[in-house]
């Protein structure tokens, strides 16, 4: 699509997405995740997983 101009095929740590990936010749790009620590923290993390099964 001429209009496109970005996007995102997901797994940018997977090492057999990441070369599938690799074929477009996009130009790399840093991406940043946040983590926060702590009791309640890893209780609503460990919620949410359990949630989303």
């Known amino acids: 699509m001429a209009s496109?101009?970005?996007?995102?095929?997901?797994?940018?740590?997977t090492e057999r997405i990441c070369?599938?990936?690799?074929?477009?010749?996009?130009?790399?790009?840093?991406?940043?995740?946040?983590?926060?620590?702590?009791a309640g923290m890893k209780a609503a993390k460990t919620a949410y997983r359990l949630m989303s099964r």
Do not use: H, I, Q, W
Request: net charge negative; proline share 3%; glycine share 10%.
């Open 4 to 13: 496109v101009d970005t996007y995102d095929l997901m797994g940018a740590n």
């Open 19 to 38: 070369r599938y990936k690799s074929k477009f010749g996009a130009d790399l790009v840093p991406y940043y995740t946040v983590e926060s620590e702590g």
